[in-house]
């Protein structure tokens, strides 16, 4: 717009000033207050105090004042310069239900707790792969700069239970623990066995759980040629407290806190199943000893699985069960396409040998664990019942030992012939399954767009490979599982922090980057708990 050039000459000519570079410098003393309302104007003190006066209150009858320094702009045209800190919001916090508790000494209240799972990055594993951070900066590799960055994340969200994965040894003792402890955090830190320096933590807000029973898993079992790889596990079974003060005036049903990180070859579909089904196992012992006791009990599963989303690892947890005959071991977690490999593994029964002490539903043995600290009886076999109700239709029972001795109506009936024909019969020997009644959070793409959900990120591209699973509220998903057993009543999910695409991602320089300090992005979720007396 042209300025214009006419002079000022009275007092009367001056009615509003939208830009100070326009205020009359002759003889200032004399301006005096605009005559509508509903203009700017400048005070006779300019230039000794400068203030700008809004009208405001009934009828725009009275005066606010403004230094001028809190108004965003002096012209028409906005400044460059801004006049704040600019931060961009890269994550937002979308609530998915009302929280409502019901204050005491109601007979039933609900309470609210906040999850977070997050693979930090040891830097042991940054620096011995770092082909992968070719894209980042020097200066967002460097640990203390991240450490700084991950406490301000966990401060900023403020989770009730926080599962870590990648956490190394030596930064969790003389570091983290120390902080997390002073944030209120009790914690509980296991390292991987073997020569590598990482391994997963579980912490969780002692003013808001009382640990129960503690289950430190290895998944290294020298005696099974399958289980070579050295991964861990933490089952934390905690007890939701409502104190008033420092008293506490109710318990909640108890919380089944399951974080793991699972192997990340994606060839060998094979071991990551062995490893999730110890985890299941002991998961559902952890269920069936509050069964127990009467007790309802309902199930958080966090960590870094290094499957993609709706392939056969990811559906095995989410719809019970898996069908694996013939199937491609790179296809369990669909990380990379391995069609082109003229050799391929695929997966046969058994999956684990009976050794392991896990069932095909993912479940110990019975006296499991009372039979690890007996030495076995000379002679005698012990076999599960259902291992042995597996053998009813197999090959092998249609062969007639030749040195059984011979009674008529006894020893020489036969299997139906026809129960081999039944599919059923034919395929459940190539079936695993759990009844842990399991739902995703997230649901892997973005509102909107539609574009993939992205957790972890490297130089060759982002991908979900991490999950927070729970125990859903009866009738709150979409399906209920077959069968599935129901430990509880349920949580209900009432908040999530949005995830990222990739595209989004790659506008930012990738991951690590001077917002997000780790090469996987934090996850967060809130649930509501009903305590009922």
């Known amino acids: ?123 042991d594993l940054l620096e011995t792969n770092q082909d992968l951070c070719i894209h980042c900066p ?56 073997g020569t590598k320096t990482d391994g997963c933590a579980t912490c969780y807000r002692s003013s808001c759980f009382s640990e129960v029973a503690l289950t430190q898993l290895e998944y290294f079992r020298p005696e099974t040629e399958l289980l070579d790889r050295h991964n861990v596990g ?55 000893s509050c069964k127990a006791k009467g007790k309802r009990c309902n199930i958080i599963l966090c960590g870094d699985f290094n499957s993609v989303p709706r392939m056969a690892l990811y559906q095995l947890i989410m719809t019970g069960q898996l069908f694996y005959r013939n199937l491609p071991a790179w296809k369990i977690s669909g990380q990379e396409e391995l069609s082109y490999k003229t050799k391929c593994l695929r997966l046969s029964r058994p999956l684990w040998p009976s050794s392991l002490g896990i069932t095909d539903a993912c479940r110990y043995t019975v006296d499991n664990k009372a039979l690890k600290s007996q ?15 597996r053998l009813r239709y197999c090959p092998a029972a249609y062969v007639r030992p030749q040195d059984l001795e011979l009674l008529p109506g006894v020893t020489d009936d036969k299997p139906d012939a026809s129960k081999e024909n039944q599919p059923f019969d034919k395929r459940i020997i190539h079936i695993i399954s759990h009844r842990l009644n399991l ?40 399906y209920q599982k077959a069968g599935g057993d129901v430990a509880s009543e349920g949580l209900k999910l009432i908040g999530v922090l949005s995830l990222l695409s990739e595209e989004a991602l790659w506008s930012m320089n990738g991951l690590p980057n001077h917002i997000f300090p780790s090469d996987h992005l934090s996850l967060v979720a809130k649930f509501q708990l009903d305590i009922l007396e």
């Not at 400048?42 to 009208?55: A, M, T």
């Not at 967002?140 to 239970?161: F, T």
């Not at 994965?165 to 983290?176: F, G, S």
């Not at 030495?375 to 109700?389: E, T």
């Open 1 to 123: 717009m042209e300025k214009s050039q006419a002079p000022v000459e009275t007092t009367a000519e001056v009615s509003e000033c939208w830009d100070e570079s326009r205020v009359p410098t002759a003889d200032t003393s004399k301006l005096v207050s605009v005559i509508s309302p509903t203009h700017l104007k400048l005070s006779k003190e300019h230039h000794d105090q400068p203030v700008w006066h809004f009208p405001a209150g009934p009828g725009l009858a009275q005066e606010v004042q403004c230094l001028r320094w809190h108004f965003p702009t002096m012209s028409y045209y906005p400044s460059m310069k801004l006049t704040v800190p600019f931060e961009a919001v890269w994550r937002i916090w979308e609530d998915l239900a009302e929280s409502t508790p019901t204050p005491l000494p109601f007979t039933k209240t609900s309470i609210d707790f906040t999850v977070m799972s997050y693979n930090i990055l040891a830097q």
């Open 138 to 193: 020097p200066e967002v590799l460097n640990w203390n700069y991240r450490y700084s960055l991950l406490l301000e994340e966990i401060k900023k969200w403020g989770p009730d239970i926080l599962c870590l994965q990648e956490v190394q040894e030596n930064h969790y003792r003389e570091q983290l623990h120390p902080a997390l402890c002073q944030m209120g955090y009790t914690c509980v830190y296991k390292r991987r066995t």
């Open 234 to 288: 933490i089952v934390l079974l905690l007890q939701p407290v409502v104190t008033l003060g420092s008293e506490v005036k109710k318990k909640g049903p108890p919380l089944c806190v399951a974080n793991t990180h699972l192997l990340f070859n994606p060839s060998r579909g094979d071991i990551k199943l062995a490893q999730l089904a110890i985890m299941l196992a002991e998961i559902d012992s952890m269920i069936k």
């Open 375 to 389: 030495s076995p009886k000379p002679g005698k076999c012990q076999y599960s019942h259902d291992f042995m109700l």
């Open 439 to 478: 739902e995703s959070v997230y649901k892997h793409t973005l509102p909107g767009s539609g574009n993939p959900e992205v957790t972890a990120f490297t130089s060759q591209g982002g991908n979900t490979v991490d999950y927070i699973f729970y125990s859903p509220k009866l009738g709150s998903t979409s």
